[in-house]
Antibody, heavy 118, light 110 residues
Framework: EVQVVESGGGLVKPGGSLRLSCSASGFTFSSYFFNWVRQAPGEGLEWVSSIGPTGTIMYYADSVKGRFTISRDNAKDSLYLQMDSLRAEDTAVYYC???????????WGQGTPVTVSS | QSVLTQPPSASGTPGQRVTMSCSGSSSNIGNNYVFWYHQLPGTAPKLLIYKNDQRPSGVPDRFSGSKSGTSASLAISGLRSEDEADYYCATWDDILRGRVFGGGTKLTVL
C-alpha cells in the first residue's frame, strides 16, 4: 500500500527555521517526482516546490524561492523541506504529494501544520 | 490571487448535474494537461481527474473532465451529498516554471 507521511511541523517564530520530512513506503520512491503543497487556514491549495527522482531537478514557487530548500534521500525513501526566514504568511498545513508522470499528484500525505507566530 | 480562475462556489440538489469551470491562459491550461482534485472537509486532497479527462481507478464515472483552449471544466452527474467538497484544478505553467492551482470551488449539495 502506498503511504506518504509528513512530520516536523510546529510553532516557530518569524525569522526562524523548520525542517519538514516526508516518509514514503509501498513503492519505489526513487522513481517519482515529489512535491510540497500548502494550505493556509481557510484558504486554497498552493504549490510550494517539486523535486525530480534523482534530486537534480528542483522547482520553487516565487513566494518561497530563496527561503525554502527541497531535498530528498532516496536511500531513506524520504523527502524534506528546509524552511528558513519564515514569515507569518507561511502558516499553513504542508502536504507531501507523490507525482505520477501521467496521473499527477496521485498520493498525498495527511499534512503537517506549521504556525509562524511570535 | 490564483493563476487559474475558478468560481468560489457551486451548488446543486441530489441527482442533478453540476459543472465547474477553470480558466487559465496559453502558458498553463492552453499548453498543458489539467488535473482536478477534491478535498473533503478536514482531509487531504485526492486526485479526481488527470490528463484533462481521465479518471483514476476507483473514481466513479459520474465525474468527467474536459478541456478546450485555455479553459477546463469538471462535471458531476447524479449529484450525491458525499460530493460536497472543495474542488481544485491544477496544471503546469510554462512561464512560472511550476505547478499552479485554481482558487478552488466549494460545492454545496442542497
Amino acid at each position: 500500500e502506498v503511504q506518504v507521511v509528513e512530520s516536523g511541523g510546529g510553532l516557530v517564530k518569524p525569522g526562524g527555521s523548520l525542517r519538514l520530512s516526508c516518509s514514503a513506503s509501498g513503492f519505489t520512491f526513487s522513481s517519482y517526482f515529489f512535491n510540497w503543497v500548502r494550505q493556509a487556514p481557510g484558504e486554497g491549495l498552493e504549490w510550494v516546490s517539486s523535486i525530480g527522482p534523482t534530486g537534480t531537478i528542483m522547482y520553487y514557487a516565487d513566494s518561497v524561492k530563496g527561503r525554502f530548500t527541497i531535498s530528498r534521500d532516496n536511500a531513506k525513501d524520504s523527502l524534506y523541506l528546509q524552511m528558513d526566514s519564515l514569515r507569518a504568511e507561511d502558516t499553513a498545513v504542508y502536504y507531501c504529494a507523490r507525482e505520477d508522470q501521467y496521473q499527477g499528484f496521485d498520493h498525498w500525505g495527511q499534512g503537517t501544520p506549521v504556525t509562524v507566530s511570535s | 490571487q490564483s493563476v487559474l480562475t475558478q468560481p468560489p462556489s457551486a451548488s446543486g440538489t441530489p441527482g442533478q448535474r453540476v459543472t465547474m469551470s477553470c480558466s487559465g491562459s496559453s502558458s498553463n491550461i492552453g499548453n498543458n494537461y489539467v488535473f482536478w482534485y477534491h478535498q473533503l472537509p478536514g482531509t487531504a486532497p485526492k486526485l479526481l481527474i488527470y490528463k484533462n479527462d481521465q479518471r483514476p481507478s476507483g473514481v466513479p464515472d459520474r465525474f468527467s473532465g474536459s478541456k478546450s483552449g485555455t479553459s477546463a471544466s469538471l462535471a458531476i452527474s447524479g449529484l450525491r451529498s458525499e460530493d460536497e467538497a472543495d474542488y481544485y484544478c491544477a496544471t503546469w505553467d510554462d512561464i512560472l516554471r511550476g505547478r499552479v492551482f485554481g482558487g478552488g470551488t466549494k460545492l454545496t449539495v442542497l
